[in-house]
């Protein structure tokens, strides 16, 4: 048996917190969750093809990862992530400048910022097909390989463990290395490929910013858009607020005021979701409200990558009081 690409990656739906003791029959497993593109490692006969979530041919993007899995010399498809460190964190940015570039730039970028590879699953192995295997026991196999080669870099072996106070202080300290929480899997599960059969949870942390804009009407915003001034005086987006509950509607509305050109946000153009063409439609207000929100450790540049969730208003502040952006 052979396990050919593509193949839709298993996933994981989103939790608050750790799923409760005993949510999952026969235990569960913590692994972090790592700020980097999924990917899918397939080497076959010296071959070797890197897909991404979404199915894409990232070989050519990191080719010391398929350099190295082609001096693997064994049959394997390994899942995991592939991130770049940058001054002791992980680099979600230098992951990006690798997508569509030049053969000889990637081959610089490789030497200057190498990608490394962290696996934490095992679907084939010298022809056996391992996605009927329960997790622990997939988990075994990817650890003999990783001992059988003594592989290091780029390869890296997530951690686990079955502690649940341990994958509680990963969410709470690892957040500033890039680490953007903990996935909860089943020990006995199998692979469900293409279904949401794990948990993640996301690590959180609580800043301020001042509302610049809004969507929906202004006396009761469904959401916000959320801005910090650069020390040149420049007000900045850097984070989407989820829908609001209404509770915070209302107390919101009253305290925006509509602006106009003369905004600096005016006639800015936005899409409804990352990576989409579909403009959003939004209505800039006086940048004086601050509010503060809960958002990830997905942070790049200081500007939040995920939509985050506003909390509270914070009349006692004014955006002066607000850390400024380099």
Avoid at 210 to 226: C, D, E, I, Y
Avoid at 235 to 263: F, K, M, N, Y
Wanted: net charge neutral.
């Amino acid at each position: 048996m052979r396990i050919d690409p593509p193949v839709v990656p298993m996933a994981a739906q989103a939790l608050a917190r750790l799923p409760a003791p005993g949510a999952v029959p026969g235990g569960m497993v913590f692994e972090p969750k790592y700020d980097g593109y999924r990917l899918l490692v397939f080497a076959h006969g010296g071959d070797v093809f890197l897909q991404s979530r979404n199915l894409r041919d990232l070989t050519g993007a990191f080719p010391e990862i398929a350099d190295a899995a082609a001096a693997l010399g064994e049959d394997v498809v390994l899942d995991g992530e592939v991130v770049i460190h940058t001054c002791g964190r992980l680099d979600f940015s230098a992951l990006q400048h690798r997508l569509n570039r030049r053969p000889a730039t990637t081959a610089r970028l490789a030497v200057e910022q190498p990608a490394h590879f962290i696996a934490f699953d095992l679907l084939e192995h010298a022809g056996v097909d391992m996605l009927t295997w329960p997790y622990v026991e997939r988990r075994a196999a990817l650890e003999s390989l990783f001992q059988g080669h003594d592989l290091h870099a780029p390869w890296q072996l997530t951690p686990t463990t079955e502690d649940r106070a341990l994958a509680e202080q990963w969410l709470t300290e690892w957040g500033g290395l890039g680490v953007e929480g903990v996935v909860a899997k089943g020990a006995q599960q199998p692979y469900l490929a293409g279904r949401r059969g794990w948990f993640k949870i996301r690590s959180r942390d609580t800043a301020e910013a001042v509302v610049g804009a809004v969507t929906g009407p202004v006396t009761r915003p469904n959401a916000l858009l959320l801005g910090r001034y650069t020390r040149g005086g420049r007000l900045r987006l850097v984070a989407r607020s989820a829908p609001l509950p209404l509770a915070l509607r209302d107390e919101i509305g009253p305290l925006l005021t509509p602006a106009g050109p003369g905004h600096p946000w005016w006639g800015m153009r936005l899409t409804v979701t990352w990576g989409s063409r579909e403009p959003l439609s939004f209505t800039c207000v006086a940048p004086e409200l601050v509010v503060e929100f809960l958002g990830d450790t997905a942070v790049d540049s200081g500007r939040w990558r995920h939509s985050v969730r506003a909390q509270r208003t914070r009349t006692d502040l004014t955006p002066e009081d607000i850390s400024t952006l380099d």
